[in-house]
């Protein structure tokens, strides 16, 4: 069993040598890949440099593609800011179980390209640009973590025989979730569960493309609004169509309201809206009644797409924490638009309650089990 280490080696081979010889200090054998672009030391133009990261990436997959990989135990990889990102959209065509480790210096936001796949992110701090006592630190920690993944037997404890359940959910469902959740495992299910805040949804969507569940609470399809309306996202294009083969349910929470940012850098046209800080650092803005249209024509027209049987319940008592009497963003006519425009694609249930009352929560658990008896 070996670890394949992906690096730009025309411009960190000193880096990945040093981070060789530590892995081999630890028993660690390492096969090499190289993803530098070949650019010879010449200063290329933006868009040379773009085409050259794009053919850098698929020569290094297709390389990865044509060894064998059964012994083949994770995948790490050196990179800065070029040669990061050329990494991350290698390590993303690998095998989701696979372990990957990232070290990088991150002058990008990771989010958006790592939200669909399980790297581990190691930072230099310091640009990778020569060893120093800073990088020696890094590469060494990467070493240690490589290692102890490589020699590890992990304790994964009972493994379920059938796929789980996938949900969604955020902070403001998340009383409405706990019940869900707690009866599915009560009733010998396992959970999967996946925070909808824009780029938890890119993981959900791709785990659905790998057949990871048997079935789906889409309890929280607040991407809607990220993806459709404002905020920031992860690209999910598959987001309310991946999951179509399997058995769903669909409820409303969180399709309310757009997740902005800090209250005091948005724009003036959502603080002139009914609006109120989830965190310091997070503001949910109420969504206006065209927005909620345009947000139950797309989810409409993703569920006439299903494969599998589905079910939409609409607790009209409130689709978010704060969608309640006396919430800071409550509005049962939003409510009214979100359900009259769905029932113009696709069957809907009206239930009574908020989207967290305990007797939501097990409607939905009711209707996958009705959905599923056969």
């Excluded at 081979?13 to 060789?20: F, G, K, T």
């Excluded at 050196?78 to 990494?87: E, F, L, N, W």
């Excluded at 996938?166 to 299910?189: M, S």
Aim: proline fraction near 7%; aromatic fraction near 6%; charge should be negative.
């Amino acid at each position: 069993m070996s670890v394949l280490l992906l690096a730009t080696y025309d411009t960190k081979q000193e880096e990945a040598d040093y981070l060789i010889l530590g892995l081999m200090a630890l028993g660690v054998p390492v096969e090499q890949c190289d993803i530098s672009l070949n650019a010879g030391g010449q200063h290329w133009s933006p868009a040379a440099k773009v085409a050259g990261m794009k053919a850098a990436t698929e020569r290094a997959i297709a390389e990865i593609n044509s060894a064998p990989q059964a012994g083949r135990r994770m995948v790490v990889a050196i990179g800065g800011g070029t040669g990061g990102q050329i990494a991350v959209n290698v390590l993303r065509s690998l095998p989701l179980a696979m372990p990957k480790v990232l070290v990088t210096t991150l002058p990008f936001d990771p989010r958006y390209v790592i939200a669909d796949s399980s790297i581990v992110l190691v930072p230099t701090i310091a640009d990778l640009c020569g060893l120093n006592a800073t990088t020696r630190a890094a590469l060494d920690q990467a070493a240690a973590i490589t290692g102890g993944l490589y020699h590890a037997t992990l304790p994964t404890g009972p493994v379920s025989l059938s796929p789980s359940v996938g949900v969604t959910a955020l902070g403001v469902t998340g009383p409405g979730t706990d019940v869900l959740c707690n009866r599915l495992r009560a009733e010998g299910d396992e959970v999967t569960v996946f925070h909808a805040n824009g780029f938890g949804g890119a993981a959900f969507t791709r785990w659905s493309q790998n057949e990871a569940f048997k079935s789906v609470i889409d309890y929280t399809p607040h991407e809607l609004t990220r993806c459709y309306i404002a905020g920031v996202n992860a690209d999910m294009p598959g987001r309310f169509t991946a999951m179509g083969n399997v058995p769903r349910v669909v409820l409303p929470g969180g399709v309310n309201f757009i997740g902005m940012g800090q209250s005091d850098l948005m724009p003036e046209t959502y603080r002139a809206r009914p609006h109120y800080s989830h965190s310091p650092l997070f503001t949910h803005v109420e969504c206006a009644p065209d927005e909620m249209e345009t947000c139950a024509n797309i989810l409409g027209q993703a569920l006439l797409q299903a494969t599998a049987p589905v079910r939409v319940l609409i607790p009209m008592g409130g689709f978010s924490s704060e969608d309640k009497p006396g919430g800071a963003i409550e509005n049962p006519k939003l409510r009214e638009v979100f359900r009259d425009t769905l029932a113009n694609h696709i069957d809907v249930t009206s239930l009574p309650g908020h989207i967290n009352d305990p007797a939501t929560a097990h409607a939905a658990v009711d209707a996958l089990r009705e959905i599923t008896k056969d």
